[in-house]
């Protein structure tokens, strides 16, 4: 960049946007990928739609954040937004988090090591805005000039000066929605500051205090989902049909008798999917219900409302909905008397369910809950299934979704199985716990308003797009058909809209998947390829 | 400058900082439990620490005894206190000198309370030959640390106003807080130069405060150098200097824990206590009255 942003920058000028990326600064990536002037161009927000959303950023614009119609407008959110900040240091309000963000807002030195961590910061050729210190050091700075005693004189003293105002409130929001709470940046950080939980914080913030928050993620999000039972809009009715359909097409196409079992009183493990699989990817969860009745498991699908869906966008953005969502698995659980709880092949779900909710499930709402990673390592090399690994003869990469990954420690069970079942497994660089974010994380899979998307892919998932096509560099072209096994379902809706905005398919025959369905398609007993190669990925 | 007056200033500025250390560790030991916010690698996962992984890998995991490692623990925490290796890795650019900058710190923290022992065995009548290796090891860490955290604390300044990348980020206070240190082992590297017997004025000022002495002394560069100590000392526990605090927390207290809830356990009854606190979130949707804990808004979903 050629100008340095300053922190108080971020006060200044409330209509202007503050630091728009360049997109012949982004990081390049290989061919047949590098020639910008062939890359699908960027929405353009029409000036009448600026007029009526905030769009001041970064020429993005991810949450639609309606204009003001008058200043005192503006400033009751100023209002709030201070009230919030001070609730935000409170044990009452934010006990949840209290420890971690003092010490958090305490304790940087400005060393500046996590920046290069960041695949956001990175591939926008380093734009000064989406470093993970900038939007901590704004936050830091309000709090030592709002919450803490003396803060005004002492911001003024130090130079430290930042106005709150409609400006940085605007855009503090809208940059709380351009890090994905990888924690690539924490893993870094020499003293243990954690800069994406300050956009965790930032989120919460805006949702608890000024009900700020994308619709995405509430209103079609969480709220829906306590409604309804799932943020997909599927009822429990609408969920057990589509089930139906889903065991009756995988028998017809593997010859295995296929049969989703429901409410199933007693039985050893509830599978909870994030429902988006049954809509988007029914092979993942029909490849699931093989494996399990082929392994002689005891298992069921809940069709209660919440149970059947293992969504909880209150992670990303707002505690109390991710408690709300939380306590309802829980209540499923226990309705139907299983051992034990069963992530499906969904990132988000597993750190919600497993460690993020683990301390308010307390008494009758504790229970055992755990990835189907593990479990599947355990079918897998039970010997309960015959596998042939020469039916998975093409290169393999795996993709590692951060929340199973980095978040909870769950690295080898998937890859044990890969290394057994696909010959030509490789690796990425980075993997395991140093992965890339696949730019879909904190909920951005699921928002395309304006020109977000195209933000989200070219910027967002940047680093993994390279990644990827870097794992089969060996054999790039179209012609040898490529697996990039992606076990999580907001990753796969990223990296389906990254290959589809690159044409990834046409021109490096890649596809995405998850993990079971390379399990599936390496099983003797199924005759039939069970990946298709041809299907519009 | 008279010696009851040092005196007075050492014991009224270390007070300082005793204090203000003490209460700011236990302010942050006594912030309530917060949720589980793990990061791997978690080193004290026997094994599987190497490459991140956790005890969640494992098939039903809570029918495992778990294992951990404290020698795994330890050398991490070794490596990373000593070498700075977090910093080695991903910001080798900023360890050449901070690395020498924080060695000369603990250099200096040794040779202090080298000091401080000398000065009590000299209370309590062991002769100065029978103190063993003391009055060759506090010359030698004083000057070898205020040597390098001279060339460190010189060195990040520099870096931090050369380097663009690093000057847009820094705020005054992060160069007086360098400042401050240089002056510290600056200080000290002139004193140790112009003072003739440097460790011996040293071993008499900490003698005379362990024994409320007042005819303690301090030449020329000597009072210079303790003076800017103290200051620097007294500030400590109010900067971001004491994150070599937090680190202990923020590593042991949030990456590294993993404890899982237990029925019965301490962790159940603190999360119980603190789900029952009032809640006063102002948007719609949470529905808080004043009233309403976190059970009573979290349940109302559930309870439909």
């Given at each position: 960049?050629?100008?340095r942003l300053q922190i108080q920058d971020i006060a200044k000028n409330e209509d202007e946007v503050l630091s728009p990326v360049q997109i012949d600064e982004l990081v390049p990536l290989p061919p047949p990928y590098d020639k910008l002037e062939e890359q699908p161009g960027w929405k353009e927000i029409k000036p009448e739609i600026k007029e009526q959303i905030v769009c001041n950023l970064d020429g993005v614009v991810g949450l639609s954040l309606p204009q003001p119609e008058s200043e005192a407008e503006k400033q009751e959110y100023v209002d709030k937004f201070e009230s919030g900040l001070k609730k935000l240091f409170t044990k009452e309000n934010n006990w949840a988090f209290l420890q971690p963000l003092l010490l958090t807002i305490d304790n940087c030195v400005s060393c500046q090591t996590c920046n290069d961590a960041c695949p956001t910061y990175t591939s926008s050729g380093k734009n000064d805005v989406y470093r993970p210190t900038y939007r901590s050091e704004v936050l830091r700075r309000l709090v030592r000039k709002y919450v803490k005693p003396g803060g005004k004189l002492a911001a003024k003293i130090k130079g430290e000066d930042i106005e709150l105002n409609w400006a940085t409130i605007t855009r503090l929001y809208e940059l709380a929605y351009r890090c994905t709470m990888c924690r690539r940046c924490a893993q870094t950080c020499p003293i243990g500051v954690d800069n994406a939980l300050v956009t965790h914080e930032l989120r919460k913030l805006f949702s608890m205090e000024l009900g700020w928050a994308p619709k995405e993620l509430h209103e079609k999000g969480t709220v829906l989902q306590l409604e309804v039972g799932s943020s997909t809009g599927m009822n429990p009715v609408v969920v057990k049909d589509n089930m139906e359909f889903i065991d009756e097409d995988m028998t017809e196409e593997t010859g295995v008798e296929v049969k989703s079992p429901f409410d199933k009183e007693g039985a050893d493990l509830l599978l909870i999917h994030n429902a988006g699989e049954v809509l988007a990817w029914p092979e993942n969860p029909g490849a699931f219900a093989i494996i399990l009745n082929a392994a002689g498991i005891s298992w069921t699908l809940s069709s209660d409302e919440i149970g059947y869906d293992g969504v909880n966008y209150g992670l990303f953005y707002d505690d109390m909905q991710l408690a709300r969502i939380a306590l309802r698995h829980a209540q499923t659980a226990k309705k139907l008397k299983v051992n034990k709880i069963v992530m499906g092949e969904c990132g988000h779900q597993h750190k919600a369910f497993m460690t993020i909710?683990?301390?308010?499930?307390?008494?009758?709402?504790?229970?055992?809950?755990?990835?189907?990673?593990?479990l599947l390592e355990e079918i897998v090399f039970s010997g309960k299934i015959e596998f042939d690994p020469s039916k998975n003869d093409f290169p393999v990469t795996l993709h590692d979704p951060c929340n199973i990954v980095r978040n909870l420690g769950i690295v080898e069970p998937q890859r044990r199985i890969l290394r057994y079942l696909c010959p030509q497994f490789r690796e990425m660089t980075p993997h395991g716990v140093d992965n890339y974010c696949c730019g879909g994380g904190s909920g951005f899979a699921i928002m395309s308003p304006n020109?977000?998307?195209?933000?989200?892919?070219?910027?967002?998932?940047?680093?993994?797009?390279?990644?990827?096509l870097d794992a089969?560099?060996?054999?790039?072209?179209?012609?040898?058909?490529?697996y990039l096994c992606a076990p999580c379902s907001n990753c796969k809706g990223q990296i389906r809209d990254i290959f589809d905005y690159y044409g990834a398919l046409d021109k490096s025959g890649v596809i995405y998947g998850g993990l079971v369905e390379l399990i599936v398609n390496a099983m003797v007993d199924v005759k039939e390829p069970f990946i298709k190669w041809e299907e519009d990925y | 400058m008279s010696g009851s007056v040092l005196l007075v200033l050492c014991y009224a500025l270390l007070s300082l900082?005793?204090?203000?250390f003490v209460v700011k560790c236990v302010k942050i030991?006594?912030?309530?439990?917060?949720?589980?916010?793990?990061?791997?690698?978690?080193?004290?996962?026997?094994?599987?620490?190497?490459?991140?992984?956790?005890?969640?890998?494992e098939y039903e995991w809570w029918k495992k005894p778990r294992e951990e490692s404290l020698v795994s623990e330890l050398t991490f925490m070794g490596k990373e206190i000593v070498f700075l290796k977090a910093l080695w890795e991903h910001k080798r650019s900023l360890w050449w000198f901070s690395f020498p900058f924080h060695m000369g710190l603990y250099l200096l923290i040794a040779g202090a309370g080298l000091l401080i022992l000398n000065g009590i065995l000299g209370m309590a009548g062991v002769a100065e030959s029978g103190r063993g290796v003391l009055g060759a090891g506090i010359p030698m860490l004083a000057a070898a640390g205020h040597v390098l955290g001279t060339i460190g604390a010189f060195g990040l300044l520099l870096t931090r106003i050369i380097d663009r990348n690093l000057a847009v980020m820094t705020s005054r206070v992060a160069y007086f807080n360098l400042l401050l240190v240089l002056g510290v082992c600056a200080t000290g590297v002139l004193a140790i130069l112009s003072v003739p017997n440097f460790t011996g004025g040293m071993a008499g000022i900490v003698g005379s405060l362990l024994t409320a002495n007042a005819s303690v002394a301090a030449p020329g560069m000597l009072a210079v150098h303790l003076l800017v100590t103290l200051v620097f000392?007294?500030?400590?526990?109010?900067?971001?200097?004491?994150?070599?605090?937090?680190?202990y927390f923020t590593y042991h207290q949030i990456r590294w824990d993993d404890?899982?809830?237990?029925?019965?356990?301490?962790?159940?009854?603190?999360?119980q206590e603190l789900l029952g606190q009032t809640v006063t979130w102002g948007a719609d949707h949470i529905g808080a009255d004043g009233k309403k804990n976190w059970v009573d808004l979290a349940t109302e979903e559930v309870k439909k």
């Open positions: 960049m050629s100008t909710s683990d301390r308010i499930l307390t008494g009758e709402m504790s229970m055992s809950r755990e990835s189907c990673m593990p020109n977000f998307a195209d933000w989200r892919v070219s910027v967002g998932g940047r680093m993994k797009f390279k990644q990827i089969f560099d060996d054999q790039p072209g179209p012609e040898v058909k490529k | 900082f005793a204090v203000a030991a006594r912030l309530p439990m917060h949720l589980r916010w793990e990061l791997a690698p978690v080193p004290k996962e026997k094994t599987r620490g190497r490459y991140g992984g956790s005890y969640l890998e000392l007294a500030y400590l526990p109010f900067s971001q200097m004491m994150h070599f605090v937090a680190k404890r899982p809830m237990e029925a019965g356990s301490q962790l159940e009854k603190d999360s």
